[in-house]
């Protein structure tokens, strides 16, 4: 798809990658990536959420294509990448955040780059705080949207009740496949039935998991991304990678994003947040931006979680064509 309607006005026109291949990055598994904009223009990695979400041509958009040389990739397991995280048997165990970090640098290195602009939103910003304290020196600035950093209360927020209190009719259809003795423990529950190769087993799971993600991305409801969401093979990789990663706390210390700020002291940043974000509730931002002060914070005052809402990719824009000059 070229992009939400809404968005027409905000972003650049659509183009297509002059470039795409299938990196491998080992453990049997291989990384979609794809180039688009100026091939000797300004690097810049724009890093999808989920995890499992995988990259959509309407990414390449947030930058202007004159200026930037866009580099998209769908992480292992999701979007184009193989082995399909949808397929009965899939394989979890070599995919982690820190999997991740080495295929993000891997990629930059084998493309040529010396050094990049990190865009991530949602898990995206996870990953894109991971890579930047692992290897500072790579990034040249750092655009970060709906922070989340996988700290046990945002997961519990989400999904062990919390949310609910905003959405309880849609959190009964998330607890519905789950009998109740298992409802404490949401995301263990959910795990066994994502990570058993028996499709009636793991397709409603995978479903509902996705819906209730995708039915409160958005400050309004909005159906095509809940029916884009719940397709069948999609879901299935979603979920369970999502899954994965949040049952292991994403392979990271209690707080480590933002206790080790320090590392991205002198990188330019800006944190954009949605007032109304229930996904990634702005008490994150907030906590990131009092520990690293110097990183412009941008609050969307009518705007929930989605990269697609109207404030929020207004406030993406702007911060790239500021670092564009840069």
């Known amino acids: 798809m070229s992009g939400p309607a809404l968005l027409e006005d905000i972003l650049y026109p659509p183009l297509d990658p002059y470039d795409s291949g299938m990196l491998l990055v080992g453990d049997g598994n291989r990384v979609y990536w794809e180039q688009s904009g ?3 223009g300004k690097p810049v990695v724009f890093l999808h959420g989920g995890p499992g979400s995988g990259s ?7 930058f202007d294509p004159a200026v930037y040389r866009i580099v998209l990739l769908d992480q292992r397991g999701c979007g184009r990448s193989t082995p399909h995280a ?6 979890l165990r070599h995919n982690t955040t820190w999997h991740l970090v080495a295929d993000l640098e891997l990629l930059r290195k084998n493309l040529g780059i010396d050094a990049w602009q990190v865009f991530g939103g949602s898990w995206g910003s996870t990953l894109a705080l991971a890579y930047a304290q692992a290897y500072p020196a790579a990034v040249t600035q750092l655009v970060l949207r709906g922070v989340f950093t996988l700290r046990r209360h945002e997961l519990e927020w989400f999904y062990e009740g919390g949310a609910a209190a905003l959405f309880p009719d849609l959190w009964e259809d998330f607890v519905a496949p789950i009998p109740v003795l298992e409802r404490t423990r949401m995301i263990e529950a959910y795990h066994r039935r994502l990570s058993d190769p028996d499709p009636a087993v793991h397709l409603p799971a995978a479903v509902a998991w996705s819906r209730w993600e995708a039915s409160t991305l958005t400050l309004l409801p909005d159906p095509d991304r809940v029916a884009e969401a719940t397709e069948p093979e999609h ?7 999502e899954n994965h990663f949040f049952l292991h706390g994403g392979w990271l210390r209690e707080g480590q994003l933002i206790q080790d700020i320090a590392a991205l002291r002198d990188i330019p940043a800006v944190i954009v947040q949605g007032r109304y974000d229930v996904c990634t509730p702005a008490m994150t931002a907030w906590d990131l931006h009092r520990a690293w002060p110097e990183a412009e914070f941008v609050m969307v005052p009518d705007a929930g979680h989605s990269v697609s ?4 990719a207004r406030a993406l824009r702007a911060a790239t064509d500021r670092f564009a000059a840069l």
């Open 309 to 312: 809402e109207p404030g929020i």
């Open 235 to 241: 879901a299935v990789a979603f979920a369970r990678i």
């Open 38 to 40: 100026n091939p000797d």
């Open 86 to 91: 949808s397929v009965p048997d899939a394989d």
């Open 56 to 62: 959509a041509d309407w990414h390449r958009r947030f």
